[in-house]
């Protein structure tokens, strides 16, 4: 995400990210009627915004542990660096990693795994560790009990 250059908004398009920021859902009558304009006029500005890359998508909230998942974080140091890329490709693969987050200072890698057990988990840090020889030096895994929202407009 991000990258790109700077797009011009005003008070209208602040208006509409900070109400979208926090309910993604609500229907564009309800928006264009809280933020006193026309739907098509909202409509218009939501299609700019995507079209920028202001907007970059829309993201659903899940509560995997209805579905019997886990959510685990694993912060992994790399003792070389040599296979970065491959294990990169390696983590975009794996339908259990969640997010993959390179890390300044510390650990090197932050990988999110939403898994059936601490068991499954275990299994797949071995397997990792298989498949890469060398490369980890450590890990340390937490479990992630609730995952709070995330607004990503700030407000001011």
């Not at 300044?104 to 068991?119: A, N």
């Not at 990792?128 to 929202?149: A, C, H, M």
Request: aromatic fraction near 8%.
């Amino acid at each position: 995400m991000g990258g790109g250059g700077k797009v011009e908004a005003d008070d209208l398009d602040l208006a509409i990210l900070r109400s979208l920021a926090k309910q993604a859902r609500i229907s564009l009558v309800s928006l264009s009627s809280s933020l006193g304009k026309s739907p098509e006029t909202i409509s218009h500005r939501i299609k700019q915004l995507e079209k920028s890359g202001v907007i970059q998508g829309y993201r659903a909230m899940i509560d995997i542990s209805k579905l019997g998942m886990e959510h685990y974080k694993v912060d992994v140091r790399l003792r070389s660096m040599k296979q970065f890329k491959r294990l990169l490709s390696y983590c975009h693969f794996d339908p259990n990693i969640y997010q993959v987050n390179r890390t300044i200072g510390g650990e090197t890698l932050e990988i999110e795994f939403q898994v059936k057990s601490l068991q499954e988990l275990r299994a797949k840090l071995e397997q990792f560790e298989s498949d890469f020889p060398g490369t980890i030096e450590r890990y340390d895994y937490f479990v992630i009990f609730q995952e709070l929202k995330v607004t990503y407009m700030p407000d001011e």
